[in-house]
């Protein structure tokens, strides 16, 4: 469903991403791990279409990222994939309950009903009305979870997705996203610097200067 063709990706003259192939299976929950700086969410933003590599191609079920204009790239970002950003990107204006309903409404399938649901699954029950401001940069992660998980994508990708929170919350966090892709069968790439995240994942990567390699 994913596949990573010799991608190359260099800022200022300086190669952060070179030759990188990979294959992910559909349905995999795959972490990826390693050191602050190597390229990993710039992988992500790769993958999701957000930044454009500058060789080499990255297919989504076959299709190549670089071969659709905006518009499809928008539609296909919105339609199959969800976006656990390392810095959230909630939106501050709209309430949590709008923030976690958005996709769902940009895909003409409004259910306030499903979005509520992931918003108390995600522990925050009875916050739909607050705005993003009122709370806590751990509260604004699970958000941007929800939000992630709610139109059920087939490919989920988080960056850091527990990054900013406790390691209870974190373990019950992870395991509702787990569980909500497994039942989807969606497919998850996470980055993470944690051991017991990426424990939960079916396999782990950790990306180096000379690639993707098995944990
Ligand atoms: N838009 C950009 N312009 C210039 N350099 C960038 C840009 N985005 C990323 N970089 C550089 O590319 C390298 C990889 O960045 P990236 O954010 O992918 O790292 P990371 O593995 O996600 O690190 P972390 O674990 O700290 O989040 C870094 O050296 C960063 O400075
Ligand atoms: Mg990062």
Redesign the pocket.
Known sequence: MLELVNLGKS??G?A?LAKLSHRFEPGEFVAVM??????????L?LIAGL?APDSGQVLVDGIPMSGLDDDAATLLRRTRMGFIF?AFHVLPHLTLAQNVALPLLLNGKPDPARAARMLDAVGLAGRGNDFPRQLSGGELQRVAIARALVHRPALLLA??PTGNLDPETADGILHLLRAEIKESGAGAIM?T?SHAAASLADRTLV?TRSGLKLA
């Open positions: 800022y200022g300086r952060v390693g050191e602050s700086g190597v390229g990993k969410s710039t992988l933003n930044d390392q960056d850091e980055v610097h990306l």
